[in-house]
């Protein structure tokens, strides 16, 4: 029989109680055992082994931490591989203008007489997921709308309206599933409230917890409280039994507070989970100083918030630490997004949107020219899907690799230069001090259930 050794992908956690953790995430296992057996890993390391001599290597056979060497996955990154650029899914960005002055805005909203989208644009992006829907024969392709502003303020809301009509007789017409969703402040006339939520499928709400917090970090435009306004949104929608998410910005000053966020949101929302995200400092923090809670602070509160929410009943999700979702690639920006500005630009990532960032130079991909229609930048679109994280020499061996997966693509840009170098990434201390959190959450819920020890 071949010999055994551990795969190469293994971390080794010690535990307060003496014992160590193994955690192979290529193999969604998680596993409990004392310091001979990781003696006998290092040696397996070495030399291999033998599991019929080793009996109390076994359960490590089963769960795929011990294997032949020939079938332990080198990687597992098929977003690297090579293939053509088309999208069935858009997010139009209709407008750069907002109604509320957010504290944090990453995209500075609101400031500027921008154009807004125009329609023959918007209806060029949906015509190309259709027909890419139906060349790839998906069966589906979906419709979003985000910022650069309010996606659904009363000045583009006919540009809104008009889409939504156009994709959905589309998708109709060439029997396919069709997916409206959009970004919101959630701050808009009833009349346009009735049409979301009957328009919309699904809806991700900004809403940044209670009264005081919501009102200082995301006041109206002319600095007036938001917060009733939203609510009543969330309670419009729960009465309607109509699909939407609640999303909280946190703040240096908000992080102490995430518990209470949650308990909040709880209590406004039949939601099963919540999504809390530390602010990055871009766009309007650096006229109005908003700033980033401390890694340590976000860990302790997200960590105290996580265990609120489990007495609720609730999960509170952080997109970065996400023990059931392995990946090599953060997010779409890896070439894959369509996302289209209010000048007609195409962007693969939403935090980049505007032509004067001068990230737009890496994330901007094509364009909407008048007599050719949408023309792509195959050679960026190929250097951002070359973007995975077996190729981040700063993240080979951490323990948050296949959940984070070198992190938000403009925030690493920012800090270094560059897509690769995540050195001065803020967040890897939170996204590695949470993923261990969660396997050692893993590892004692399945302790007390006595079951196996597989993630
Ligand atoms: S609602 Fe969104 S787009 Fe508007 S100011 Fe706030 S963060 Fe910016
Ligand atoms: S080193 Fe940082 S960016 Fe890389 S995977 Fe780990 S947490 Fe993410």
């Keep these: 029989m071949a010999k055994l050794k551990p795969v190469k992908e293994l971390f080794v956690l010690p535990t307060e109680n003496g014992s160590f953790l193994l955690y192979a995430p290529l193999n969604r296992c998680v596993a409990e055992v004392n310091s001979a057996t990781v003696s006998a890993l290092k040696s397996a390391a070495r030399e291999g082994v033998d599991s019929e001599t080793h009996p109390q290597l076994q359960p490590l056979v089963e769960c795929g931490i011990l294997d032949e060497e020939k079938k332990t ?3 597992t990154c098929e977003n690297g591989r090579k293939r053509e650029y088309l999208p069935t899914s858009v997010t139009l960005m209709p407008t750069y203008k907002c109604n509320l002055r957010c504290v944090y805005c990453y ?21 190309l997921v259709i027909n890419n829907a139906v060349k790839l024969k998906t069966k589906h392709a979906s419709l979003g709308f985000h910022g650069g502003g309010e996606p659904l303020l009363a000045c583009v809301l006919p540009i809104v309206k008009m889409s939504v009509a156009y994709f959905r007789d589309a998708c109709a017409k060439h029997e ?21 939520a009957e328009n919309i499928g699904h809806l991700n709400i900004s809403l940044d917890g209670p009264e005081v917090i919501q009102n200082t970090q995301r006041p109206k435009a002319g600095g007036q409280p938001s917060f009733d306004a939203v609510v009543r949104t ?21 992080v102490f507070y995430m518990s209470d966020i949650v308990r909040f949101f709880k209590q406004i929302s039949s939601n099963k989970s ?53 990946t090599t690639a953060f997010c779409g920006a890896v070439g894959r997004n369509f996302f289209v500005v209010p000048t007609g630009d195409v962007t693969s990532c939403l935090e980049v949107c505007r032509k004067s960032d001068p990230r737009s130079n890496v994330f901007f991909i094509g364009t909407y020219d008048a007599n050719d229609g949408f023309v792509f930048d195959k050679e960026k679109i190929a250097r951002l899907s070359e973007r995975t994280i077996d190729k981040m020499p700063y993240c080979a061996d951490c323990i948050a690799k296949f959940t984070c997966a070198g992190d938000c ?13 995540t050195r001065n990434n803020k967040r890897c201390g939170i996204n590695q001090d949470l993923m261990v959190y969660e396997i050692k959450l893993l590892a004692s819920r399945r302790n007390h259930d006595n079951k196996q020890l597989t993630a």
């Design 73 to 75: 996955p080198s990687s």
């Design 107 to 127: 995209a500075n909203a609101g400031l500027d007489a921008e154009k807004d989208l125009e329609w023959n644009v918007a209806k060029a992006a949906i015509d």
């Design 234 to 254: 969330v309670k419009y929608l729960e009465e309607h039994k109509k699909d939407y998410g609640l999303r909280a910005t946190i703040t240096r000053e908000s």
């Design 274 to 326: 919540f999504h809390l995200e530390p602010l990055a400092e871009t766009g309007r923090c650096f006229t109005t100083g908003a700033k980033a809670p401390s890694s340590s602070d976000f860990v302790k509160y997200a960590i105290e918030a996580r265990k609120v929410g489990e007495e609720l009943g609730v999960g509170v999700d952080y997109s970065a630490c996400r023990l059931h979702e392995f």
């Design 409 to 421: 693509l403009a925030k690493v840009y920012s800090a270094s230069g560059g897509l690769y170098d």
């Design 176 to 196: 396919l599933k069709g997916q409206v969703n959009s970004a919101t402040n959630g701050v808009f006339s009833q009349e346009t409230l009735e049409w979301v």
